[in-house]
């Protein structure tokens, strides 16, 4: 079965910051990778998504992610954070040919500092 | 179309009471797909479904857990004699489009609160 890390439970930043949130996974077959955001009090919606194709994915709100494979990692960044970008995000993984039932990591609360 | 409606959106209810939720995706789709997310915790599968059948069911569904899919369209998840324990976000999901990769679409969840 698959399963999701994600590293960290916290990350504080200041406003215009980078910030790199990580995400590693643990499949023995192919998969496919997902990063979703869950602001206060909303339900979760996509952010970006690895298929297929080139490693390096690019998002909704400026988020982009790189999947790498030697690594089992699925990386999520973002050049330059905004007050907005304060949440919790989620990355997600489900085999390739499976039942496709998503499994989800802990998440990882993002709070941008003014 | 895309969207999922959850109700209720809340719900407070006292040790031992029975609660019911229930899914309306907007458009149909042959799967759906029912979450549990707790504080500080990322979503836990539960169940889904394919149409009207119930596919798969997680070891956290348990006995006092029931969901249905008349129709195959909305979605009613159970709760019997419930515990301070089901506390949690409920969340439904549909697939993101036709392809099956495992692409949700969540609606905003039904959140129960067991005194």
């Known amino acids: 079965a698959q399963s999701v890390t994600q590293l960290d439970s916290q990350v504080p930043v200041f406003e215009e910051a980078p910030v790199e949130l990580r995400c590693n996974y643990s499949?023995?077959?192919?998969?496919?990778l997902f990063w979703y955001v869950q602001y206060p009090n909303q339900g979760l919606q996509l952010l970006l998504k690895?298929?297929?194709?080139?490693?390096l994915v690019k998002g909704i709100n400026g988020f982009e992610a790189e999947f790498n494979k030697s690594q089992t990692s699925f990386h999520l960044r973002k050049p330059s954070v905004h007050i907005s970008d304060t949440a919790e995000y989620f990355c997600?993984?489900?085999?390739?040919?499976?039942?496709?039932?998503?499994?989800f990591g802990r998440g990882t609360s993002l709070i941008v500092h003014p | 179309d895309t969207g999922v409606s959850q109700n209720p959106r809340h719900k407070i209810t006292k040790r031992g009471q029975n609660v019911t939720f229930r899914c309306d995706p907007i458009?149909?789709?042959?799967?759906l797909y029912w979450y549990r997310q707790t504080l500080g915790q990322g979503p836990e599968f539960l169940t889904y479904?394919?149409?009207?059948?119930?596919?798969?069911k997680s070891r956290l569904l348990s006995d006092r857990f029931s969901a249905e899919r008349p129709k195959g369209s909305f979605s009613t998840l159970e709760i019997q004699r419930t515990e301070q324990g089901d506390s949690a976000m409920y969340l439904c999901?549909?697939?993101?489009?036709?392809?099956?990769?495992?692409?949700?679409?969540f609606g905003e969840g039904s959140r129960l609160t067991v005194l």
């Open positions: 997600a993984v489900t085999i390739s040919g499976g039942s496709y039932i998503p499994t």
């Open positions: 499949s023995s077959v192919s998969v496919y």
């Open positions: 690895y298929l297929s194709g080139s490693t």
């Open positions: 458009s149909e789709h042959n799967r």
């Open positions: 479904f394919q149409n009207e059948a119930q596919l798969e």
């Open positions: 999901a549909t697939p993101f489009g036709s392809a099956n990769t495992g692409e949700l679409f």
